[in-house]
């Protein structure tokens, strides 16, 4: 069997996602800082680091953030309490959730509204008050779940959500009460990845379009991921022997076992690589996270 690409090849295209409407929605947010109290950048639980942005991060400067690592309930519990340890180290205020989890979303709040008040009694006791409104901007990588955890605050569909990065394109404000004030804000990726590896993970998180890197690249990188890290959902659910098999026999196994079949038996592994791509962010090919926190 040929694959067209070779996976440890990425595209070169994969480092430079950067559609016009980013560059727009950066100069937006900055526009906007001053009409906020505090800025939430939204990442995936599940590339803790790498869904972070450093145009962003810099673009906020002194206004008061705090990081939410979203879609916990698709990362590995073990490899969430390690970054935790890190997050901890660095002194900046995190929370890793999952945002259908109501109770989070309310210490959520509490949370942010905190490090609005400390930040007002350090920095501007006089203009201190208590029923004064929240206003939080979301921002973040496409696809992290901004316009969601919008919702679930809100309590309404009062922006439109999509398993695609790039769903939101303006700016909206949403009233979630008389206290609460929330800014969505279109998914901005960095100018730049760094890495290749990175590409490959927010590719997997679908923080990038699948047609960047093809759909085959993405499909193989995270099955080669799931057997590396013996994800035994992966196993079970395609019915495969062991995780000592090579990439193309998994394919194979689950071109069998979900019926993926061309004429005279030959694997339709266009179709194998959609239904790689759909389970797994659905979480049904196990938890996971990509990559370990720096030493
Ligand atoms: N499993 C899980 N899925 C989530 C969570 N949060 C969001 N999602 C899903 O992630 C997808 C993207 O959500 P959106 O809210 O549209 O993401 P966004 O960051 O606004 O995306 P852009 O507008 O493209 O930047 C949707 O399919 C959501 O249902 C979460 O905590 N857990
Ligand atoms: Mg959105």
Redesign the pocket.
Known sequence: MKRQNDPSAPSKALYNWYPGHMAKALREIKQKLKMVDIVLE?RDARVPLASGNRALYEGIGQKPKLIFL?????SDPEIVAKWSEWFEKQGEPFYF????DKAAMKKAISMARNIVEKNRRECNPELMDSKAKLKMMIV??????????I?QLANKNA??????????QIQQWISVDDHIELL?T??VMPPMIEREEHGLWLSAIHAIPDDIAGEETVAVFIVKHLLARKSQEFLERFKLESFDISIDDALIGIAKVRGCLRQKGLPDLDRVYKIVLAEFR??ELGKTCFGLPPK
Not at 70 to 74: D, E, F, I, T, V
Not at 140 to 149: A, E, F, M, R
Request: with cysteine; proline share 8%; glycine share 14%.
């Open positions: 939204i979203n879609k916990m309930n698709l959730v999952d945002c259908f973040g990588l496409p696809n992290t779940g901004k316009s969601t955890i919702n922006t439109k959500v999509a398993d695609k990065p790039g769903q939101t969505d279109p998914g659905k979480g």
